[in-house]
């Protein structure tokens, strides 16, 4: 069981963390595209896991998608005739593939080494954001100290940033009325009161002394609204359970 981990967001509090750590690194998103030194990198959104896998990254070093399931490569014709017009990606030494996409674009991405994949389907972790999804991960496998760092938009006050805004996959930029800051900080909530009691989580940017987190003592605490684990926001949970019980 891992007793300790530093996991990185992609604010600018975090420019000038060292990888000299006792224990493990875990990363988020675009990390990957400046170091190899993260012992995993999370990613959530198809974009950056399709990015991820054809830069050839994930071939190498360690990374953890959620919600996807490796199939050997010779079932792919049997998938790719119930799509229209698929975008097929495949290298000569592939073994495997996953499939990503929506009604109006279906990607067939070929993977040569699966097993350095590590796919998880927690139903507490369903909906989650990247870094919400490493912490949640993180938790799930009995963690009694987290660290966080670079994680910006939630641990100080005025405008967040992130290091790559502006860049391939990412919003140009981000404010603190943005909705997806707001469901991060609700998501973020949830976990803490989840994790209560279960271990100690702490901010440690080199920006920043270490302070203990407490998710009852933090600023937009009162403010958020409520996210459900394995649902979503709790107006949308309310809306959508009332029309499934009509």
């Known amino acids: 069981m891992l007793e300790e981990v530093t996991i990185l967001g992609n604010g600018p509090s975090r420019l000038g963390f060292e990888f000299n750590t006792d224990h493990p690194v875990w990363g988020c998103n675009a990390i990957y595209r400046d170091t190899d030194e993260c012992d995993l990198v ?7 896991q399709k990015e991820i896998v054809e830069s050839g990254y994930y071939r190498d ?3 953890a998608f959620a919600d996807i399931d490796p199939l050997p490569l010779e079932l792919i014709d049997m998938f790719t005739g119930d799509f229209n017009n ?3 990606s495949i290298k000569e030494d592939d073994s495997h593939f996953i499939i990503q996409g929506n009604d109006s674009r279906t990607d067939f991405l070929g993977l040569k080494n699966p097993h350095l994949i590590t796919t998880y389907n927690e139903p507490r972790l ?5 870094g919400m999804s490493a912490l949640g991960y993180a938790m799930t496998l009995g963690v009694k100290t987290i660290n966080l760092i670079g994680f910006d938009g939630l641990e100080f006050e005025g405008e967040p940033s992130n290091i790559y805004e502006g860049s391939d996959n990412y919003p140009t930029k981000y404010t603190t009325e943005d909705a ?3 469901v991060q900080r609700s998501q973020f909530i949830a976990l803490l009161e989840w994790f209560y009691g279960k271990g100690s989580l702490y901010w440690k940017n080199p920006l920043d002394k270490e302070d203990e987190i407490k998710y009852n003592e933090l600023s937009y605490y009162e403010s958020s609204e409520r996210w459900i684990l394995g649902e979503g926001l ?3 949970y309310n809306a959508n359970t009332m029309r499934y019980n009509c």
Do not use: G
Not at 126 to 130: D, F, G, Q
């Open 42 to 48: 999370f990613a959530v959104d198809m974009p950056v």
């Open 180 to 182: 997806v800051l707001q």
């Open 234 to 236: 709790e107006s949308w």
């Open 126 to 130: 369903k909906n989650l954001m990247t």
């Open 86 to 88: 698929p975008v097929i």
């Open 61 to 63: 070093n360690k990374v």
